[in-house]
């Protein structure tokens, strides 16, 4: 073996320059992602703080969807999606998972019929350790198509603090500069609290992209839909959906099955607020059984982010800019909530960061 031989003066300073200049970049690349370098960019902490104004900061709390009850069981795939994607989770067989049905809002006492929307987030663990997580909601469009108008969308909402309640003309003017909400505005307009998250349908509402095993991409959207649904509504109790779930599933499983939606050439997939047509195929990739509930406060829910650009292996994230905004804020989101719980009383600091793991 020959020793290298020694380094020039003008290779050692051409070394520092190239180190200094990596380190310019990363520190320029996280300003630019913290905001410090554009003020006034839309970013991730303004868009929680937002959140925060217009419901107040309920320590230890998600800061949408606060008000939510775990729930566990399995995917029990059929094989139908496998040949669209190689995600171990399509092969036949069984899949652990553990969800969370909520209702929107950054108020974990909120009564359940002061919105008609449910959502449902589900975490499959693979036998390979990789996760698939996906967050769903009971509507098939979202009212916007971006990070910033979702956020405008928030900044007309907050109450005005003379009366706690938001600003009707603020929302109508919101409103009448964004016709992209026409489907939304269309759908809410029948929706009314539903009596049941186990009667609801969940939909992905943005688009992902699945892998097959020769590396062809099949742009896609998912909704679950129950075995068993009714159009009941609403109940006295403030409380009464996760009281209505515990019952159900003491009385057995509830079932839903999983539609995938393939999309045909042209189909919008970075908008969420479009619709494809009902002539799209579709596949029942399997179902989802969920067996037990446990409350949020203490369930195996309580410590995850359901990020949707969390994906195995056959499933990638499609060019919709609401995909990385909602990463971006549910991390913010979580934590803020983590770092508020280690010093809540009577709570243990933790010592791992269950959000680190695949």
Request: with cysteine.
């Amino acid at each position: 073996m020959h020793d290298s031989p020694p380094l020039s003066g003008r290779n050692v300073l051409a070394r520092f320059a190239l180190i200094g200049l990596v380190l310019i970049v990363m520190v320029l690349a996280f300003g630019y992602v913290s905001g410090w370098l554009t003020p006034h960019r839309l970013t991730a902490q303004r868009l929680v703080n937002q959140l925060q104004a217009n419901a107040g900061v309920f320590a230890g709390y998600r800061r949408n969807h606060a008000k939510g009850v775990c729930v566990a069981g399995y995917f029990d795939s059929n094989g139908q999606a496998q040949v669209y994607s190689d995600a171990l989770v399509f092969t036949p067989g069984r899949t652990p998972v553990v969800g969370r049905f909520a209702i929107p809002g950054g108020n974990p006492y909120a009564p359940d019929g002061s919105v008609p929307i449910r959502s449902l987030a589900l975490r499959f663990t693979q036998a390979n350790g990789q996760q698939w997580r996906t967050g769903m909601n009971s509507m098939p469009v979202f009212p916007v198509a971006t990070p910033q108008a979702f956020y405008e969308l928030l900044q007309a909402q907050q109450p005005d603090p003379s009366t706690g309640k938001p600003d009707s003309t603020k929302i109508g003017a919101f409103f009448a500069a964004h016709p992209e909400t026409a489907a939304f505005r269309e759908w809410v307009k029948t929706a009314k609290p539903s009596a049941s998250y186990a009667t609801e349908s969940y939909w992905s509402l943005n688009a992902f992209v699945l892998v097959d095993a020769n590396g062809e991409k099949h742009p896609v959207r998912w909704r679950v839909v129950p075995e068993t649904s009714d159009t009941s509504t609403g109940g006295s109790d403030a409380d009464y959906l996760e009281a209505d779930l515990t019952r159900r599933l003491a009385q057995g499983p509830r079932h839903w099955h999983l539609i995938v939606t393939l999309a045909n050439p042209g189909d919008p997939t970075d908008d969420a607020t479009k619709t494809w047509p009902s002539d799209r195929r579709e596949i029942d990739a399997g179902t989802l059984v969920l067996t037990g509930t446990e409350t949020q406060e203490s369930g195996e829910c309580r410590d995850i982010n359901y990020d949707p650009t969390v994906l195995p292996h056959g499933i990638e994230i499609s060019g919709d800019p609401l995909l990385p905004a909602r990463s971006a804020a549910y991390a913010t989101s979580y934590l803020r909530r983590t770092s508020e719980e280690a010093h809540l009383p009577g709570t243990a600091v933790a010592t791992s960061n269950p959000e680190t793991k695949p």
